[in-house]
């Protein structure tokens, strides 16, 4: 079986020698049980992360690093490593570490074990938790998360993150318009809608160790809210046209 590992960077040459780290030893871990790529996508970053991830990674065959001339944002980085994966399973996830490189064995092997299509990270579980990360910050990802789980399902805690494990056929599928921070959740949102079952990896969110977040928290807010009044919108229109929405499944781990 063969994993692809995305991790989009955008002004990010503060932590490329941390990240570099933290991906080898992930790597060295995951080669014993899976073919293996790693795939950044430089997203026209206006420092040396393009040059620095070249440099640190030049004679590694796993890593593959791919550039935007000019900032795209995030989904468009997203689309640009999708489109190079090559992996029956893609795990897309933050370079600043916010969620442990050490973790992704456990998150695709929860996405075997309860054979799920999407495993999600959700620091807003019960079981979850979150260790440093400004209030501002979780004020705006915990609210927005909390609508989606009244718009879309409620078993699901977390909407927001970047840390998922994906089965290729939900990459092929699944369409999303976004090209900024809205692209998860929106990717997440419709999978569900057509279908795709989805498992929570409680886990710990940590505050960035390195560089800046490059979230625009009223850009991204505004974007959230016209995505949920599409959801809303579409309900209605789905339940006057008899049809509806897909409905919840029971479950409050696979759903």
């Known amino acids: 079986m063969k994993l692809s590992i995305i991790i989009p960077a955008y002004n990010e040459s503060a932590g490329v020698a941390e990240t570099a780290e933290s991906v080898r030893a992930i790597w060295a871990t995951l080669k014993a049980q899976y073919e293996v790529e790693i795939i950044f996508v430089n997203d026209g970053s ?15 065959p796993a890593i ?13 980085a997203l689309r640009t490593g999708f489109a190079q994966a090559s992996g029956d399973i893609v795990v897309t996830t933050d370079f600043d570490g916010t969620y442990r490189f050490e973790s992704i064995p456990l998150l695709v092997s929860q996405l075997l074990a309860e054979n799920v299509d999407i495993v999600t990270a959700s620091p807003y579980h019960p079981s979850g938790k979150v260790e440093g990360v400004p209030a501002y910050r979780l004020t705006f990802s915990f609210g927005a998360s909390l609508i989606y789980r009244l718009l879309v399902n409620w078993h699901i805690h977390t909407w927001t993150a970047l840390f998922r494990a994906y089965r290729l056929a939900v990459i092929k599928q699944v369409s999303f318009q976004s090209d900024d921070f809205l692209a998860g959740t929106e ?3 419709n999978a569900i809608h057509q279908g795709f079952t989805v498992a929570e990896f409680p886990t710990t969110l940590h505050v960035r160790t390195f560089g800046q977040s490059n979230i625009r928290i009223a850009k991204v807010t505004l974007a959230h809210l016209k995505f949920q009044r599409s959801i809303i919108w579409n309900a209605l229109r789905g339940k006057r046209a008899g049809t509806g929405i897909a409905q919840n499944p029971p479950s409050s781990e696979k759903v």
């Open 46 to 60: 206006k420092d040396n992360t393009e040059d620095l991830l070249h440099q640190t990674f030049a004679d590694e």
């Open 64 to 76: 593959i690093i791919l550039s935007h001339k000019v900032n795209r944002g995030l989904g468009a």
């Open 187 to 189: 990717l997440l949102v």
